[in-house]
Structure formats: C-alpha cells, structure tokens
C-alpha cells in the first residue's frame, strides 16, 4: 500500500521561499506521477502543479508558473515543490497524491488514488 508523508510547510514572509516534500513508502514511485494540491481556508481544493512518472512532464496552474518549480528523485522515492517569491494567497494546506500510471508523460489534475495528509503553508507577514 503506497503512502505519502509531506513536509517542509510553515509561516513565511510573503516574497519567501519554502520547499516541500513528498516522500512515499510501501511502493515505489517509478510507475505513478504525482501531483501537488491545495485548499485555503473557504475555498475549494485545486491543483497546483504535477509531475509525470519519468520528470520528462511537468504542469503548473497558472498562478504559480514562474515562481514554483516541481521536481523528484525516485531513487528517494520523494517528489520536491521548491516554493519562490511566495504570496499571501499560496496560504493553504498543501497535499501531494499519486496516481498509478503505464504512460511515460502523463500528468494530469484528476482524482488521484493516493493521498498524504497535508503540509500547512502560510505566507504572512
């Protein structure tokens, strides 16, 4: 049974930096890619930015292209959100999930099968 455990949340200045990690056991992570979720308070769950089981497919929303850059190392078996120039509206709590996949560079926000149990970020000042 795959888990995933997510770190590297906290408080953090607006224009700050936080990485995130997605470290999975039980499976490895060679046949699943993996997306980064979050939900603010009030405000529906949305998809942040996914990453295709290979790295050779990466999707970000577009309210973070620029600022936040995924990426993994499945010999670790972790998938990485490195966080730049972090606004007041990226306050949420932060999920990773995976999805079981045979496609090299599929990456997509859908329902995934595989949830961690969130990371809290905050960007105030």
């Known amino acids: 049974q795959l888990q995933l455990v997510e770190s590297g949340g906290g408080l953090v200045q607006p224009g700050g930096s936080l990485r995130l990690n997605c470290v999975a056991s039980g499976v490895s992570l060679d046949y699943y890619y993996i997306a980064w979720f979050r939900q603010a308070p009030g405000k529906e769950r949305e998809g942040v930015s996914c990453i295709s089981r290979t790295g050779g497919t990466s999707t970000y929303a577009d309210s973070v292209k620029g600022r936040f850059t995924i990426s993994r190392d499945n010999a670790k078996n972790t998938v990485y959100l490195q966080m730049n120039s972090l606004k007041p509206e990226d306050t949420g709590v932060y999920y990773c999930?995976?999805?079981?996949?045979?496609?090299?560079?599929?990456?997509?926000?859908?329902?995934?099968?595989?949830w961690g149990q969130g990371t809290q970020v905050t960007v105030s000042s």
């Open positions: 999930a995976a999805e079981h996949t045979w496609h090299r560079n599929l990456c997509i926000f859908q329902s995934m099968d595989y």
